[in-house]
């Protein structure tokens, strides 16, 4: 197969497991996935039809009382898909990216945004990057004057902004 359709064969369970994992209508969502030979993490975020906000993966099982272990089977099923989507990069010999984000619409708008900064080897710890993804992908503003100066540090050092 080639790398490509494996690629979207990837892109679309990833989008049908996150569907899955959230309990009510949404408009959109961002997947993300950080990945490295030593482990990982993945989450998203959904924009709720119902209060046009975004709520937070990890909230989802106490906001809905769904099952935590359930919930976190489907979270163990994201990395794994992940996971699978870094190793074609390895089999197809591209450069391995550290993390990406899939966003999809609920009118079928996609896209995927690949980061090859090793952010283990950085000052940015995860609030930090978590923050920092927040700012670039949700446009939310920093709530304070520290997470101002976080991003703005951030924009200084990596100027094309690759989070």
């Given at each position: 197969m080639q790398m490509e359709s494996q690629l979207q064969?990837?892109?679309?369970?990833?989008?049908?497991?996150?569907?899955?994992?959230?309990?009510?209508?949404w408009g959109k969502f961002y997947f993300y996935a950080q990945i490295d030979e030593s482990g990982g993490r993945v989450y998203f975020f959904y924009k709720s039809i119902r209060d046009n906000s975004?709520?937070?993966?990890?909230?989802?099982p106490k906001q809905f009382n769904i099952s935590e272990l359930e919930f976190n089977n489907e979270e163990d099923k994201l990395f794994e898909l992940s996971e699978?989507?870094?190793?074609?990069?390895?089999?197809?010999?591209?450069?391995?990216?550290?993390?990406?984000?899939?966003?999809?619409?609920?009118?079928?708008?996609?896209?995927?945004?690949?980061?090859?900064?090793?952010?283990?080897?950085?000052?940015?710890?995860?609030?930090?990057?978590k923050k920092i993804w927040k700012y670039k992908y949700l446009d939310e503003a920093p709530a304070d004057e520290k997470t101002k100066s976080l991003i703005d540090q951030y924009l200084k050092e990596y100027p094309n902004n690759p989070i």
């Open positions: 064969e990837l892109y679309q369970e990833i989008a049908e497991t996150v569907n899955n994992m959230i309990p009510e209508e975004y709520t937070y993966s990890l909230d989802i699978q989507l870094r190793e074609i990069f390895k089999e197809n010999n591209q450069e391995l990216w550290y993390s990406f984000t899939l966003m999809l619409e609920q009118t079928g708008k996609f896209s995927v945004s690949f980061d090859y900064t090793d952010w283990l080897n950085t000052d940015y710890g995860f609030v930090a990057q």
